[in-house]
């Protein structure tokens, strides 16, 4: 059964946030819903009832681990643990899937490595993962590849049923509140911002905002009123063992990847006025 394995202490950082005001927000997920589930728990526990809690998901849940879509019915009732708004972002899991149930070719996307023309969506969702959760919705990725595209979005929307296919719909690109700058993996620093998180959702390269590493990952973000709080990219890869202070504020960023199905962890925040603290949640 999973449990809180860390809670840290407060930490000073210039949220931006009203007094009256909380934020929490937990990484990329990728199946693993007990995990989840005892966050949101631990989090409703933590939470100062005179203030309003803000619950932000950094994307990824889906993929790789054992319960996506089990992640994205607990995220759907998530307001049972007294948040009073609550937000999901579009990880590049989620991405992949919504590609899937356009039935477009990729020459028919917003933007796409050239590469990749005649590469249908389905094949690079499945290169990350996808087969453990269509195996969820009872279908089969050998099976499906072998439909038209058309046909496979169509299944694949009526296994989902119209509930999640709102949800996926309504996944956002990033969200700000104070200073803290919510996307799911980063900001392409070679164009402006607000350039960079305007690009469609339905861009498969490098350097969208739920694809990037490279610069934005490896070099200081420098912004005065701007934290960037992402995922997608475990900083512990190269490390032997997991050390939670990979997740504190550093290089003008916070990383939430907890590597969670590498290393069986996930990783969240709370943030308040002035001050934030991590939390791990592990097998």
């Known amino acids: 059964m999973p449990k809180i394995e860390f809670k840290s202490d407060w930490m000073p950082l210039a949220t931006g946030l009203d007094t009256d005001t909380e934020v929490f927000s937990v990484g990329d997920v990728h199946g693993f819903s007990s995990h989840l589930e005892i966050m949101l ?7 100062n009832t005179d203030k309003k809690a803000i619950l932000i998901s950094l994307g ?10 089990a992640c994205i019915d607990l995220m759907q009732r998530s307001s049972e643990f007294g948040f009073a708004e609550t937000y999901t972002l579009m990880g590049n899991h989620e ?21 990749n023309a005649y590469v249908e969506a389905y094949e690079i969702w499945s290169w990350n993962g996808s087969k453990k959760t ?12 072998a439909l038209d595209i058309k046909k496979f979005a169509r299944i694949l ?5 119209p509930q999640r296919m709102t949800f996926l719909d309504n996944l956002l ?33 490098e350097e969208h905002w739920s694809w990037i590493r490279g610069k934005f990952l490896y070099e200081p973000f420098n912004h005065p009123y ?13 490390r032997p063992g997991f050390d939670p202070s990979l997740m504190n504020y550093r290089e003008g ?30 097998d």
Not at 226 to 238: C, D, E, F, K, N
């Open 41 to 47: 728990e631990e989090f409703s526990r933590d939470k």
């Open 60 to 69: 990824d849940l889906i993929d790789r681990g054992p319960h996506s879509i």
């Open 95 to 115: 991405q992949m899937m919504k590609l899937c149930l356009t039935g477009k070719r990729m020459t028919e996307f917003s933007r796409y490595i050239p590469q």
């Open 134 to 145: 269509l195996a969820e919705l009872n279908l089969d990725l050998d099976d499906l590849q």
């Open 157 to 161: 929307a009526e296994a989902l049923g």
């Open 173 to 205: 690109s990033h969200k700000q509140i104070g200073s803290l700058l919510f996307v799911h993996a980063g900001i392409n620093p070679d164009v402006s911002i607000s350039e960079a998180l305007a690009e469609p959702w339905d861009c498969l390269y």
């Open 226 to 238: 701007l934290i960037p709080v992402h995922g997608h990219t475990y900083p512990g890869a190269l």
């Open 253 to 282: 960023k916070i990383n939430l990847d907890a590597g969670s199905y590498r290393t069986g962890k996930v990783a969240g925040t709370q943030f308040a006025k002035d001050k934030y603290r991590i939390y791990i949640v592990s």
